[in-house]
């Protein structure tokens, strides 16, 4: 029924039924109910500072969309099948409620700004709910690095054995990565907290709204100062997609990881029961599904970010239907990072780790660069003893053994300037002690790592 519609005045021909459904956006933005009603009751307080409506009709308005959003509250608000969307949903609802009066609401309001702010309102606080569990996580990085400073391993480039580092330098690494996406959450919240409502269909509004008090009522910093931007620009559903993927990445990397330290052939940890399962065939089996599937969803939220780039790119000015399609992708990424982070968090504080593999796992080998670095504070030039080392670990393979059980006339042969003291390279926390300038492996510096993310948490 055409009729119906609260667009339906210049409309005399019925909706093909399947248009309405293709249309309708109620079953996904119901989820907007709450920023919905808030915006709602923010409007009406401000049509009553104007003189639109009295003070009694404001309070009716107000109460009426308090009981809307109760309906929604305990699951009893019923959708009705001419309901298109949230707000038409919600303005329908209050008419019933209040009468005529919900009449008045819509003045000089479009569905455009209302959905625009609904939206912001939405996105923003649920941010603020992802930055907690970001912190969360961060938290229990910094504990687990502080707990198992002593623990050392092989630290790898190109997935080769490289140089030993401590197991909380590692750990660290993915700290500074979330630290990283916290900070920039917090600044694409504070970017996206400006306010749209007051900028009418695109025009503007004509009723001289107070557009400040909106934004005061609402919890927006400031007001968005052009109304045709107020109702286009979705930047922010951009900004928190690709940083929903970027984070995810980061998550992916952690995961990836885990995934190869948690092998057989690599041993270094177990996950915990509680975030891995077994197979339905070998019983010998426990698989790291956890850190899989937050592999595996990295590529999802990727897949949602893409997907609306190309919904944005082509938009011509102001609102278009296009714009009904930010809202699925941005909900399922944000429904992904709360889940993976809360999951990343729960694989990371239970998991348990293997020293002594990790230390069987260190080579002499890894220990070549020391030997350079030996020759230099000898006086020698470091191109010349990246050379000398290479022969030495040469000479050592020539030999069939470990770079240790060569003679110092070995080593002597290659250069003059070894002498006895080379027997103290053999020595891989004192390799990892080397690493002493600021942002390096050795204790202090992992310590002070951890002092400045503890500082940054508020955790004393
Ligand atoms: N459901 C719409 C959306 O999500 C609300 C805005 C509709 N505006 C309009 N002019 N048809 O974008």
């Known amino acids: 029924m055409t009729s119906a519609k609260l667009w339906g005045g210049r409309f005399t021909g019925a909706t093909d039924p399947l248009m309405d459904a293709f249309n309708a956006s109620i079953h996904f933005d119901k989820r907007l109910f709450e920023a919905d009603v808030l915006g709602s009751q923010a409007y009406a307080k401000a049509l009553a500072r104007i003189g639109i409506i009295t003070s009694q009709e404001q309070d009716l308005l107000v109460n009426g969309l308090e009981t809307v959003l109760n309906e929604w509250q305990t699951n009893i608000f019923v959708i009705q099948p001419g309901d298109e969307d949230i707000h038409t949903a919600n303005e329908r609802r209050l008419g019933e409620l209040v009468g005529n009066v919900a009449g008045k609401l819509h003045t000089g309001r479009s569905r455009n700004d209302q959905v625009a702010t609904d939206f912001r309102i939405w996105a923003r606080d649920e941010s603020k709910k992802l930055l907690i569990y970001v912190k969360q996580l961060i938290s229990a990085t910094v504990e687990r690095a502080e707990k198992e400073i002593d623990v050392i391993m092989p630290g790898y480039t190109h997935l080769q054995r490289a140089q030993p580092i401590r197991w ?155 714009l009904q399609e930010d809202k699925e992708p941005l909900f399922d990424a944000v429904d992904t990072l709360a889940g993976s982070l809360q999951i990343t968090t729960g694989v990371l504080s239970t998991l348990t780790i293997h020293p002594e593999n990790m230390k069987k796992s260190l080579s002499i080998d890894m220990l070549a660069t020391d030997v350079a670095e030996y020759l230099v504070r000898k006086g020698v030039p470091f191109r010349e003893t990246h050379h000398i080392a290479g022969a030495a670990v040469r000479t050592a393979e020539e030999h069939g053994c470990t770079m240790d059980k060569l003679e110092l006339s070995d080593f002597q042969q290659l250069h003059p300037a070894f002498s006895q003291d080379i027997t103290e390279i053999w020595n891989f926390e004192k390799s990892i002690e080397n690493r002493s300038s600021l942002g390096g492996t050795s204790r202090a510096t992992v310590l002070e790592q951890i002092h400045k993310l503890k500082e940054w948490l508020n955790i004393n």
Not at 263 to 276: I, K, M, N, P
Not at 307 to 318: L, R
Request: with cysteine; glycine share 8%; aromatic share 12%.
């Open 168 to 322: 909380s330098h590692w750990l660290l690494c993915y700290a500074w990565s979330w630290q990283a996406d916290a900070q920039r959450l917090e600044e694409i919240i504070d970017r996206m907290n400006v306010l749209p409502l007051g900028s009418g269909a695109l025009a503007g509004n004509p009723f001289n709204i107070d557009r400040e008090l909106l934004a005061k009522e609402l919890g927006f910093k400031n007001v968005i100062q052009n109304s045709l931007y107020g109702v286009s620009d979705r930047d922010f559903v951009a900004e928190l997609l690709f940083w929903a993927s970027l984070t995810m990445i980061h998550i992916s990397r952690f995961s990836e990881d885990l995934i190869i330290y948690s092998s057989g052939e690599f041993g270094f940890v177990t996950l915990s029961d509680a975030y891995s399962t077994g197979s339905s065939l070998m019983p010998q089996k426990k698989n790291p599904d956890s850190c899989e599937l937050l592999r595996g969803k990295s590529g999802r939220v990727f897949g949602q970010m893409s997907g609306f780039f190309m919904t944005y790119k082509g938009i011509p000015s102001t609102y278009n239907k296009d």
